[in-house]
């Protein structure tokens, strides 16, 4: 083991950690705003609008995302109507393929979690909104948005950490994120272990991280969810 060398290189694993956060951050951000009025569409009993939906969750949950990204980065390219076109100059940059193509990934799967807990909503609490008079766009923001999001919290968890995971394809398209550090050391210096050892380590420091955050979260913002014991129960 040479851990001497990978002390050395501090700073690329720096900026591969930085990389892969930054992915992280901007891909939930994007996929979260597309995904709440996908989410309406899915759950609407109109099939104009729930198809459509359903087909673009179903093709993009049906496919590898590292077969979307080289789609996304190396086929595109390849329609003469894209190149000249005012996108090209952007789908020249790995950055920005990456990111797309993550969002549109987990824009599907955030659609279908945020769907189910809508299901879920207990009809009272739409009822109770309605009796205070309140129109479909006011039910909308103050009761059902806030509601599913609570309620999808702890799925929603387990895919910002899968997206986190997933973001280790960048470094398949140039991009040196925490994989692509851990490449760059083993393609330069032969190393097999310490590279792959010290991702794997750093993965699981931000795993920690995230899952340490949706657990506050939840304390906050699930607590009157959970089961109640009444005092007879508890002395059982």
């Known amino acids: ?15 591969g950690v930085a990389l892969s956060l930054a992915l992280t951050a901007g891909t939930a951000v994007l996929g979260l705003l ?15 609008c729930s ?19 080289y789609l996304v980065y ?20 790995a950055s920005f393929c990456a990111l797309l193509t993550f969002a549109i990934n987990t824009t ?20 109770a909104g309605q009796s205070f008079g309140m129109s479909r766009w006011t039910l909308v923001r103050r009761i059902q948005v806030p509601a599913m999001l609570r309620r999808a919290l702890p799925q929603y968890a387990n895919e910002i950490i899968m997206l986190l995971h997933m973001t280790s394809l ?8 925490i994989t692509g550090a851990a490449r760059f050391i083993n393609a330069e210096f032969y190393l097999a272990f310490e590279p792959f050892i010290t991702a794997g ?3 699981l420091a931000i795993t920690l991280v995230l899952v340490r955050c949706f657990g506050a979260a939840e304390n906050r913002w699930l607590a009157h ?3 109640r014991h009444s005092p007879i129960q508890m002395r059982s």
């Open 201 to 203: 380590a750093l993965y």
């Open 1 to 15: 083991m040479n851990w001497d060398l990978i002390a050395a290189h501090w700073l690329l694993f720096a900026h």
């Open 108 to 127: 599907a799967y955030t659609t279908e979690i945020l769907s189910g807990a809508l299901a879920r909503l207990p009809p009272g609490e739409i009822e």
């Open 225 to 227: 969810l959970r089961p």
């Open 170 to 177: 960048a470094g398949l398209v140039t991009l040196l994120d």
């Open 34 to 48: 597309m995904s709440v009025p996908l989410a309406f569409a899915r759950h609407s009993t109109r099939r104009l």
């Open 51 to 69: 198809q459509p939906v359903a087909a673009f969750t179903f093709v993009v949950r049906g496919t590898p995302c590292l077969v979307q990204l």
């Open 74 to 93: 190396y086929g595109l390219s390849q329609f003469e109507a894209v190149r000249n076109s005012w996108l090209w100059p952007w789908l020249t940059n």
